[in-house]
């Protein structure tokens, strides 16, 4: 029996292997436009992935780590791309990636949960919305392009809203339902035994459900899954995908080369199994928050303010480019003495790409999106 | 103070969907010993000794031929063997899936869950495991056989029907221990062929040092030694007998307990500067007797009781009370069940205990109208994967009881996953918000109630309240 895309996804029936997808036989879409919104769960380090190199501050502060991208693509005279992303760097030849730096939401603390909690939602302050951006984004769109999907095994928030959305959550690609950690976060914050005991678990967790695992494969297989799930000409429009692992408080330098091999291939895989389709396809890769500038004591980065945004896809308005307000590394520019300084807001990054992507009115997309902005 | 949640789960094993309020939390316990039914029919329909024993001697059986064979079989056969081997081992093994879930199944059940509790209390005090390949077949049945029916009864006669089960000689080698002056060694030892079977003292140890009298607690070696003499000759019919085999009475079942005189080491035997010189069978059982009632004894399993009810530090007054009930009524187990509901301690809502991976599990499916697993469930594999496999902890000394025992960051995400997938089986069909105040009763604090309240789907409250900090303890 061979089940139409759609009733896998409704059914909620999980496939034994992500990769046994694409053996479906569909055809492709006509035009439509397409999102993916990736989300970096756990503050990815914005410095180590676009690696400010021409900036004089940055080899004292970053020491032993500074040529963590040794051999990365040179994107122009200030940046770096680490040199795990080389599809990545080849789109950006292509003026098919755009990295947006030194952008931060609203959000000021450090907080994992309240960060993408800002993120997701897009309100002013943690927990101030119950909607997401996407879900928001969907009220937008034409009928035919609302169809909305996260490869998670529950709605995650950025997607929900008065739209109906689906989820997916194949068995191999362990996720944690990040509401539900979120919510217990909460639960426990006041108990002297759960407390502790939760949070390294949380954070077990976020390390066992990366996508750099298997030299990267297990992002090329998400990748590929979900192409497979946006391909069909029924199949979803928008989509999110998570990954998790990116809070590198020690061993950063295998990490982060081992994370962003698995966003490299899962990138790739997404636009390969596009096929045609990539030209109208936005991806958007974003954070919570990025990483402190200087190197801790175990060779990792603690939690910071500023990172790195990514705009991939066939039809950006600005391929090729690294845009930022370049705030410097030097102690005295940095926010709060210790990370990298935010001198433009992600929301406005986020809305103006989506804007231009379905040729809104960036004003409309603003309002909707970040309505407390 | 939180009464009906501490009687529902900390005396029990949570309240069931169905139970009325707990409006006498004290009479509400005291009646259940009472009604306490040692055999519910899905235990009583699991297979017995004979059956399971059965499967082991077929598996015995089968090995034997095997290597008999071995230089006459073709390759054919040869690679049919692990196969064959897999087959009749997982025989045995069928009878620990299905006692597993005839378990989990009486306990969500049970309309007597303080006295279910103490089945299970007892049943770790004189741990079995069944990582021992010869117990895991008679796990299940010794549970059901050798403490179910003796919780009601005297410390000592529990003592004793869990020393003389199967499981209990096989686990702690007894046997295989003979008396290294028992007519059948000095008789394999004049023929000089081979050197004389002898002595195992494992069972005399761990019952001195752990069921009876507690560790360090002033018997010796030459104490340990004797009282191993004394038990020698129990041992268990058709099974694990090796030289000994053909000395079995010809009308003993596989299984079976029995006492081989042959094996047995003969004379006194001075145990805690006391003399025992009975005959037979009658000499260890003596020896066990005095052990069960013990002031040392009454000591050790008062402290083991009030910790079960009351925390890692079990408070002195609770335990010397115990104790001394233990004394005056000669280890009377009821009587030390009600002075623990009648004593102030065991009410304290500190300190907690953290519900173990089973006591959590069976106070979640206790609180559920709708089936939380398939049929199909493998219970035994899925108590495996908490950390708790059923009657295997590893050591005769049971799983320890304290809340680092089982308040680990892996276990309790373990958990929460679960809950979320049982969350995701009941999905809407059944309201976090109208089982909390159930479930959690008069512990159910206003943070929790609104945290559940503000779950974003059916499934999502439900697993907030299984995961919630009062539920994880007891």
Redesign the interface.
Same mark, same amino acid.
């Given at each position: 029996m061979i089940l139409s895309r759609r009733s896998i996804i409704l059914s909620g029936i999980t496939v034994a292997a992500a990769g046994a997808l694409p053996g479906f036989a569909y055809a492709a879409a006509g035009t439509p436009k397409r999102l993916v919104f990736i989300i970096q769960r756990g503050a990815a380090d914005g410095l180590g992935i676009v690696a400010p190199t021409g900036d004089p501050a940055f080899a004292a502060a970053r020491r032993a780590m500074a040529d963590e991208t040794a051999g990365g693509a040179k994107l122009d005279g200030m940046f770096t791309l680490h040199p795990a992303m080389a599809a990545t760097a080849g789109l950006y030849i292509g003026k098919q990636a755009h990295f947006a730096h030194a952008v931060a939401t609203a959000y000021r603390d450090r907080s994992h949960f309240d960060g993408q909690n800002m993120l997701e939602g897009g309100g002013s302050r943690p927990y101030g919305r /119950?909607t997401g951006w996407v879900g928001r984004l969907l009220t937008l769109l034409p009928a035919a392009e609302r169809d909305a999907i996260a490869i998670a095994?529950?709605v995650p928030l950025a997607l +929900?809203g008065t739209v109906q959305v689906g989820t997916y959550a194949p068995s191999r690609l362990p996720q944690a339902?990040a /509401?539900?950690?979120a +919510?217990?976060t909460?639960?426990?914050a006041d /108990?002297p035994?759960?407390h502790p005991?939760?949070?390294?678990?949380?954070k077990?967790?976020e390390l066992a459900s990366d996508i750099g695992g298997d030299n990267g494969r297990n992002g090329a297989e998400l990748g590929k899954l979900a192409a497979s799930l946006m391909v069909p000409t029924d199949g979803a429009r928008v989509m999110m995908v998570e990954t998790g692992g990116w809070d590198t408080h020690s061993g950063q330098r295998g990490r982060l080369a081992a994370q962003l091999r698995g966003l490299d291939q899962l990138i790739s895989a997404l636009q390969t199994g596009l096929g045609p389709a990539w030209t109208d396809t936005l991806v958007l890769v974003a954070t919570e928050f990025g990483r402190t500038v200087e190197v801790n004591g175990t060779g990792g980065t603690d939690h910071g303010t500023a990172s790195t945004a990514m705009l991939l896809g066939g039809g950006l308005e600005a391929g090729g480019k690294v845009s930022a307000d370049w705030p410097g590394l030097s102690p005295t520019a940095r926010y709060e003495g210790r990370d990298l300084k935010p001198t433009r807001n992600l929301e406005s990054v986020i809305a103006t790409a989506v804007a231009h992507h379905y040729a809104l009115d960036p004003k409309r997309v603003m309002a909707t999106l970040y309505p407390d902005a | 103070m939180a009464v009906q949640y501490l009687a529902a789960n900390r005396f029990g094993l949570g309240r069931r969907f169905d139970d009325p309020v707990i409006d006498d939390p004290k009479g509400w316990l005291t009646r259940q010993l009472g009604d306490y039914d040692p055999a519910p029919a899905i235990i009583a329909a699991l297979a017995g000794r004979e059956a399971i024993a059965a499967a082991y001697v077929e598996y015995q059986d089968e090995r034997r031929t095997m290597r008999r064979e071995a230089a006459a079989m073709s390759d054919e056969e040869k690679a049919m063997e692990p196969e064959m081997r897999r087959l009749s081992r997982s025989a045995i093994r069928r009878h620990y899936v299905d006692a597993s879930a005839a378990r989990l199944s009486a306990a969500v059940a049970t309309p007597t869950p303080f006295p279910e509790r103490l089945v299970h209390f007892w049943a770790n005090h004189f741990a079995v495991s069944a990582d021992k390949q010869t117990v895991i077949g008679f796990a299940g049945n010794y549970e059901n056989e050798a403490i179910r029916p003796h919780i009601m009864g005297k410390f000592s006669d529990l003592l004793v029907a869990a020393v003389r089960h199967p499981a209990m000689l096989l686990y702690l080698d007894q046997a295989q221990s003979f008396g290294p002056d028992s007519p059948f060694a000095t008789r394999v030892r004049n023929r000089g062929k081979r050197q004389a079977p002898g002595l195992n003292e494992n069972l005399a140890r761990e019952i001195m040092e752990l069921h009876t009298l507690g560790v360090r607690t002033g018997y010796t070696q030459a104490d340990v030694t004797s009282f191993a003499k004394a038990l020698t000759g129990l041992t268990v019919a058709g099974l694990g007998l090796g030289a000994g085999q053909r000395l079995m009475p010809a009308d003993a079942r596989a299984g079976a307990t029995v006492f081989i005189e042959r094996l047995h080491e003969p004379g006194a035997q001075t145990i805690l500067g006391r003399r025992y010189d009975q005959p037979g069978e009658r000499q260890a059982d003596a020896v066990l007797r005095d052990l069960a009632i013990h002031p040392a004894t009454a000591k050790h399993i008062a402290g083991k009781l009030a910790r079960h009810f009351t925390g890692d530090t079990p408070p002195a007054p609770l335990v010397d009370r115990l104790a001394a009930d233990f004394l005056k009524t000669g280890g009377d187990l009821p009587s030390l069940y009600r002075t623990l509901v009648a004593s102030p301690e065991p009410w304290a809502t500190t300190p907690t205990m953290?519900k173990s991976p089973w006591d959590w599990t069976v106070s979640m499916l206790r609180a559920l109208k709708v089936p939380a697993f398939g049929e199909k469930q493998n219970i035994a594999a899925m108590f495996t994967q908490l950390g708790q496999p059923l009657w295997r902890p590893g050591s005769p000394a049971g799983y320890d009881d304290k809340?680092a025992t089982w308040?680990?960051?892996?276990a309790?995400?373990q958990r929460?996953e679960l809950a979320?997938r049982v969350a995701g089986r009941i999905g809407d069909r059944a309201d976090a918000r109208q089982l909390a105040p159930l479930v959690l009763a008069d512990a159910l604090t206003p943070?929790?109630a609104q945290?559940i309240a503000?779950?974003?789907?059916p499934g999502?409250g439900i697993?907030?309240l299984f995961?919630?900090?009062t539920f994880?303890r007891r």
């Amino acid at each position: 029996m061979i089940l139409s895309r759609r009733s896998i996804i409704l059914s909620g029936i999980t496939v034994a292997a992500a990769g046994a997808l694409p053996g479906f036989a569909y055809a492709a879409a006509g035009t439509p436009k397409r999102l993916v919104f990736i989300i970096q769960r756990g503050a990815a380090d914005g410095l180590g992935i676009v690696a400010p190199t021409g900036d004089p501050a940055f080899a004292a502060a970053r020491r032993a780590m500074a040529d963590e991208t040794a051999g990365g693509a040179k994107l122009d005279g200030m940046f770096t791309l680490h040199p795990a992303m080389a599809a990545t760097a080849g789109l950006y030849i292509g003026k098919q990636a755009h990295f947006a730096h030194a952008v931060a939401t609203a959000y000021r603390d450090r907080s994992h949960f309240d960060g993408q909690n800002m993120l997701e939602g897009g309100g002013s302050r943690p927990y101030g919305r /119950d909607t997401g951006w996407v879900g928001r984004l969907l009220t937008l769109l034409p009928a035919a392009e609302r169809d909305a999907i996260a490869i998670a095994p529950a709605v995650p928030l950025a997607l +929900r809203g008065t739209v109906q959305v689906g989820t997916y959550a194949p068995s191999r690609l362990p996720q944690a339902d990040a /509401d539900l950690i979120a +919510r217990l976060t909460a639960m426990y914050a006041d /108990d002297p035994l759960l407390h502790p005991l939760w949070g390294s678990a949380v954070k077990t967790q976020e390390l066992a459900s990366d996508i750099g695992g298997d030299n990267g494969r297990n992002g090329a297989e998400l990748g590929k899954l979900a192409a497979s799930l946006m391909v069909p000409t029924d199949g979803a429009r928008v989509m999110m995908v998570e990954t998790g692992g990116w809070d590198t408080h020690s061993g950063q330098r295998g990490r982060l080369a081992a994370q962003l091999r698995g966003l490299d291939q899962l990138i790739s895989a997404l636009q390969t199994g596009l096929g045609p389709a990539w030209t109208d396809t936005l991806v958007l890769v974003a954070t919570e928050f990025g990483r402190t500038v200087e190197v801790n004591g175990t060779g990792g980065t603690d939690h910071g303010t500023a990172s790195t945004a990514m705009l991939l896809g066939g039809g950006l308005e600005a391929g090729g480019k690294v845009s930022a307000d370049w705030p410097g590394l030097s102690p005295t520019a940095r926010y709060e003495g210790r990370d990298l300084k935010p001198t433009r807001n992600l929301e406005s990054v986020i809305a103006t790409a989506v804007a231009h992507h379905y040729a809104l009115d960036p004003k409309r997309v603003m309002a909707t999106l970040y309505p407390d902005a | 103070m939180a009464v009906q949640y501490l009687a529902a789960n900390r005396f029990g094993l949570g309240r069931r969907f169905d139970d009325p309020v707990i409006d006498d939390p004290k009479g509400w316990l005291t009646r259940q010993l009472g009604d306490y039914d040692p055999a519910p029919a899905i235990i009583a329909a699991l297979a017995g000794r004979e059956a399971i024993a059965a499967a082991y001697v077929e598996y015995q059986d089968e090995r034997r031929t095997m290597r008999r064979e071995a230089a006459a079989m073709s390759d054919e056969e040869k690679a049919m063997e692990p196969e064959m081997r897999r087959l009749s081992r997982s025989a045995i093994r069928r009878h620990y899936v299905d006692a597993s879930a005839a378990r989990l199944s009486a306990a969500v059940a049970t309309p007597t869950p303080f006295p279910e509790r103490l089945v299970h209390f007892w049943a770790n005090h004189f741990a079995v495991s069944a990582d021992k390949q010869t117990v895991i077949g008679f796990a299940g049945n010794y549970e059901n056989e050798a403490i179910r029916p003796h919780i009601m009864g005297k410390f000592s006669d529990l003592l004793v029907a869990a020393v003389r089960h199967p499981a209990m000689l096989l686990y702690l080698d007894q046997a295989q221990s003979f008396g290294p002056d028992s007519p059948f060694a000095t008789r394999v030892r004049n023929r000089g062929k081979r050197q004389a079977p002898g002595l195992n003292e494992n069972l005399a140890r761990e019952i001195m040092e752990l069921h009876t009298l507690g560790v360090r607690t002033g018997y010796t070696q030459a104490d340990v030694t004797s009282f191993a003499k004394a038990l020698t000759g129990l041992t268990v019919a058709g099974l694990g007998l090796g030289a000994g085999q053909r000395l079995m009475p010809a009308d003993a079942r596989a299984g079976a307990t029995v006492f081989i005189e042959r094996l047995h080491e003969p004379g006194a035997q001075t145990i805690l500067g006391r003399r025992y010189d009975q005959p037979g069978e009658r000499q260890a059982d003596a020896v066990l007797r005095d052990l069960a009632i013990h002031p040392a004894t009454a000591k050790h399993i008062a402290g083991k009781l009030a910790r079960h009810f009351t925390g890692d530090t079990p408070p002195a007054p609770l335990v010397d009370r115990l104790a001394a009930d233990f004394l005056k009524t000669g280890g009377d187990l009821p009587s030390l069940y009600r002075t623990l509901v009648a004593s102030p301690e065991p009410w304290a809502t500190t300190p907690t205990m953290f519900k173990s991976p089973w006591d959590w599990t069976v106070s979640m499916l206790r609180a559920l109208k709708v089936p939380a697993f398939g049929e199909k469930q493998n219970i035994a594999a899925m108590f495996t994967q908490l950390g708790q496999p059923l009657w295997r902890p590893g050591s005769p000394a049971g799983y320890d009881d304290k809340v680092a025992t089982w308040a680990g960051s892996a276990a309790l995400m373990q958990r929460v996953e679960l809950a979320s997938r049982v969350a995701g089986r009941i999905g809407d069909r059944a309201d976090a918000r109208q089982l909390a105040p159930l479930v959690l009763a008069d512990a159910l604090t206003p943070d929790t109630a609104q945290a559940i309240a503000g779950a974003d789907s059916p499934g999502q409250g439900i697993a907030m309240l299984f995961a919630s900090p009062t539920f994880l303890r007891r």
